[in-house]
């Protein structure tokens, strides 16, 4: 089984809602990431969980505040979003943190629209 | 820094013909390449992979690429398309820790 799922598919909320993202894969990997990808572009990494801990964040805004709870989940707790921020959010993982060639493995993805 | 370059925003084939979709990378240290493929409100799915080895990898739908590290280039190619082919595609590379992906090339298919 080398499927990630992610709930919802598809959520919208305004600025001053709260809102979070699910990411779940049950094939034993040690690394998860969240990515933000606009129209036409490519995945832009936001985080990235190495063994259940924080090892990169790419300068996101503190609006966005990740939490990996075990080693087969990972949130996006969403606060005081931007209308900007509307994009799809992916979050993908791999049997090791990036080196070595591991292969990341994709979500369906979350379309978020920011009112 | 690691850069990866994709020739053409966009790309047109006719149904049969072949699709050659070219990425480019800059690094002094060969990289582990990858092409991933992306349908419409879909996520990322892996094509193919090259780590070490045969220069030639194959992956999946047809498609294969060809390591040439004295062009720095990692082509896409696919001797027939399909319809079902249309779709986005991108070339990345992990060096270390991270992964950097191409802007993405965009490839339609006409019957």
């Known amino acids: 089984d080398t499927e990630v799922t992610q709930t919802p598919k598809h959520l919208v909320m305004g600025m001053t809602n709260k809102k979070s993202l699910k990411c779940e894969q049950h094939?034993?990997?040690?690394?998860m990431y969240w990515y933000k990808q606009k129209a036409k572009k490519p995945p832009e990494l936001m985080f990235v969980?190495?063994?259940?801990?924080?090892?990169i964040n790419e300068s996101v805004p503190s609006r966005f505040s990740p939490e990996c709870p075990n080693s087969s989940l990972l949130n996006l707790h969403l606060h005081a979003l931007q209308p900007e921020d509307s994009a799809l959010y992916l979050c993908?993982?791999?049997?090791?943190?990036?080196?070595?060639?591991?292969?990341?493995?994709f979500g369906p993805g979350t379309r978020l629209l920011v009112l | 820094a690691q850069s990866v370059t994709q020739l053409g925003s966009h790309v047109s084939v006719s149904e049969g013909a072949l699709v050659l979709l070219r990425c480019n990378y800059s690094?002094?240290?060969?990289?582990?390449l990858f092409w991933y493929v992306q349908y419409p409100n879909q996520g990322l799915q892996l094509l193919l992979k090259?780590?070490?080895?045969?220069?030639l990898v194959k992956g999946i739908n047809g498609f294969e690429a060809e390591f040439k590290k004295s062009e720095t280039s990692f082509h896409l190619t696919k001797p027939s398309a399909h319809m079902s082919d249309a779709a986005e595609y991108f070339c990345?590379?992990?060096?270390?820790?991270?992964?950097?992906f191409g802007p993405g090339t965009s490839l339609s298919v006409i019957p």
């Open positions: 993908a993982s791999s049997q090791e943190p990036l080196s070595e060639g591991e292969t990341q493995y």
């Open positions: 094939m034993g990997h040690r690394a």
């Open positions: 969980y190495s063994y259940e801990k924080l090892s």
């Open positions: 690094s002094s240290v060969p990289p582990y």
């Open positions: 090259y780590t070490t080895g045969a220069t």
């Open positions: 990345a590379v992990t060096l270390y820790d991270k992964v950097i």
